[in-house]
């Protein structure tokens, strides 16, 4: 028997889905809403269902992105996207691994939900800019202009460009970063973190001492994660994962899962953590995500 073209192709629809979103919940649910549309179909009439797939998914992550903007307008403090567990191999394709790190996923929340779709589709998947056209409503033409303004909107807000940083100085920054938050080193988080880092926070007004607002400077963030740490009066505990492509930092109280730490790193050292703390966020961190393209 033939597989489904819907099984086949589930990790490059939910990929998709989950970068238009920044959302594995709300990516879920894309992924059963286009199930019943797929079901719906003829199948016998479509010639190519990969990229039939991905018009519905997009198009239903389109609708879903406008129905959740003023949700995430309201957001208490710093919104950040919901972390997913994800295989080392992934950091292989490195432009893969780029396009579903926090960082990548955080700057794109700040397009709108067209540009979003166009930057997505022909950056991280290569969709040609005539099925694009079909995926989003618009002429081929448009979304030619539609995707040159939002690479230099993407360009102009990510973190700071340095030299290439390979997966291995990464990984050294991360275990450094590990290594002095479990022993409450002091000296050794100083060391690490640069001296402009600045730390973003998402705890969605559901977590106390989760900053709302992003903290700048190595000594104030390093203060901060020691002093907040010591007052916790638990046992905590920082472990390597392989989060959104790349090595992130699982924080555990008491043995249960707390928080996601994400990294930006030149260096080695570390420039930028965006810690996801709002439990909303966390249900998905137990089995690895299947994403391709």
Same mark, same amino acid.
């Given at each position: 028997m033939t597989p489904d073209p819907f099984v086949t192709h589930r990790g490059l629809l939910f990929t998709v889905a989950y970068e238009l979103l920044g959302s594995a919940?709300? @990516?879920?649910?894309?992924?059963?809403?286009?199930?019943?549309?797929w079901a719906a179909v003829d199948q016998t009439q479509v010639r190519e269902p990969r990229p039939y797939l991905v018009r519905i998914v997009t198009r239903q992550a389109l609708n879903h992105l406008r129905s959740v @903007?003023?949700?995430?307008?309201?957001?208490?403090?710093?919104?950040?996207?919901?972390?997913?567990?994800?295989?080392p191999d992934v950091a292989d394709d490195v432009e893969l691994a780029d396009s579903l790190s926090i960082a990548?996923?955080?700057?794109?929340?700040?397009?709108?939900?067209?540009?979003? %779709?166009?930057?997505?589709?022909?950056?991280?998947?290569?969709?040609?800019?005539?099925?694009?056209?079909?995926a989003v409503g618009k002429s081929p033409d448009a979304v030619?202009?539609? %995707?040159?303004? %939002?690479?230099?909107h993407v360009a102009a807000r990510r973190p700071r460009a340095g030299a290439v940083v390979t997966r291995s100085e990464h990984a050294r920054a991360v275990d450094r970063l590990v290594r002095a938050v479990n022993t409450g080193d002091l000296q050794g988080l100083m060391d690490v973190l640069a001296p402009d880092v600045v730390s973003v926070a998402d705890g969605g007004g559901k977590v106390r001492g989760a900053a709302r607002r992003p903290i700048v400077g190595a000594d104030r963030i390093a203060r901060y994660l020691v002093n907040g740490l010591a007052k916790l009066g638990r046992t905590y505990h920082a472990s390597v994962a392989w989060v959104n492509g790349g090595p992130g930092i699982r924080m555990e109280v008491d043995g249960e899962l707390v928080g996601v730490v994400s990294v930006d790193v030149e260096g080695e050292r570390i420039t930028r953590i965006y810690s996801i703390a709002n439990p909303e966020k966390l249900g998905r961190l137990d089995e690895e995500a299947v994403v391709s393209r």
């Open positions: 919940v709300d @990516a879920e649910d894309v992924l059963q809403e286009s199930w019943l549309r @903007a003023r949700r995430r307008e309201e957001y208490v403090g710093e919104w950040l996207p919901e972390p997913v567990l994800t295989s990548m996923l955080t700057v794109l929340e700040t397009l709108g939900p067209t540009e979003r %779709a166009v930057f997505v589709l022909r950056e991280v998947f290569d969709v040609s800019y005539d099925e694009i056209a079909d030619r202009q539609i %995707a040159h303004r %939002a690479r230099s």
